[in-house]
């Protein structure tokens, strides 16, 4: 049997379980409502979820740029210079090993209970795993490849965008997944925590009044959000694959020609 086909099994009995213990009465409902029953209560109020659901895809788009863009140039940068990566990366590992929700409070002073708050704290959630991931893999590329373009001429910024993050894409992609999942996390955590828009609103909103088909209508939300980005990673990776590709036939044909160089002519 395949991991696909597996996979797939899990998923299936998952739902099984899920629409038939409630209904059964081996769950009740107030801790798990049937998928049906959660399904029929985000359609009710479609109007309400899609406004929510709209606030939050924005508040992370948002996020996402500064986040895992911002991460991804910041790792290659500090990673490619032996100096600011002793430096910096100490700092940055320490950082990241603070719970960083404790700060939301100091973000909402800072900005409000807005939009603005939500960004900004997912940004950073997102940006930390996503430069580490980034600098940790420039410190594994071949250091004969970065050589060869400094030879050729090339500036920081050409090395960076057609050498370094293409050698190091495997190890990006896995920060990028990481960094970008954290976004999600932070701009619904912190919905939940002051708010008066988006899914994480409406799941806090409903679980104090004890309507558990409403919570999990927007737990389903954001399930689908982050199945959404994977789906989009995964696709990202199937994109960059000629990178990876290329890049491996270039060092392989690097070299070759270090060991034609060194060999005696004969």
């Not at 032996?82 to 409070?105: K, N, Q, T």
């Amino acid at each position: 049997m395949s991991s696909t086909t597996l996979r797939r099994l899990i998923v299936i009995s998952l739902i099984v379980l899920w629409e038939a213990l409630p209904r059964a009465g081996l769950i009740p409902e107030l801790f798990l409502p049937s998928l049906s029953s959660t399904i029929a209560a985000g359609w009710n109020e479609a109007g309400e979820y899609g406004h929510a659901l709209a606030v939050t895809l924005y508040e992370v788009a948002i996020s996402m740029v500064f986040a895992c863009g911002g991460g991804i140039l910041a790792g290659a940068i500090v990673g490619s210079l032996p100096r600011p990566r002793v430096l910096i990366m100490p700092m940055i590992s320490s950082i990241y090993a603070v719970p960083l929700v404790i700060l939301y409070p100091v973000f909402t002073v800072w900005l409000g209970i807005g939009s603005e708050s939500k960004i900004a704290f997912a940004a950073v959630y997102g940006f930390l795993p996503t430069m580490l991931a980034t600098a940790a893999g420039i410190q594994t590329i071949d250091p004969q490849l970065v050589l060869a373009a400094r030879s050729m001429g090339a500036t920081l910024s050409q090395r960076l965008v057609r050498v370094i993050i293409p050698a190091a894409i495997p190890t990006v992609l896995s920060g990028l997944r990481v960094g970008g999942a954290l976004v999600i996390v932070g701009v619904v955590v912190s919905e939940m925590l002051i708010s008066s828009a988006g899914i994480g609103y409406l799941i806090s909103r409903y679980r104090t009044i004890l309507d558990s088909p409403h919570v999990f209508a927007g737990v389903l939300l954001v399930l689908a959000m982050a199945i959404a980005f994977n789906a989009a990673i995964k696709w990202i990776e199937r994109k960059a694959s000629i990178w990876q590709t290329g890049t491996r036939a270039g060092q392989s044909a690097a070299q070759a020609i270090n060991v034609a160089a060194i060999q005696p002519a004969t």
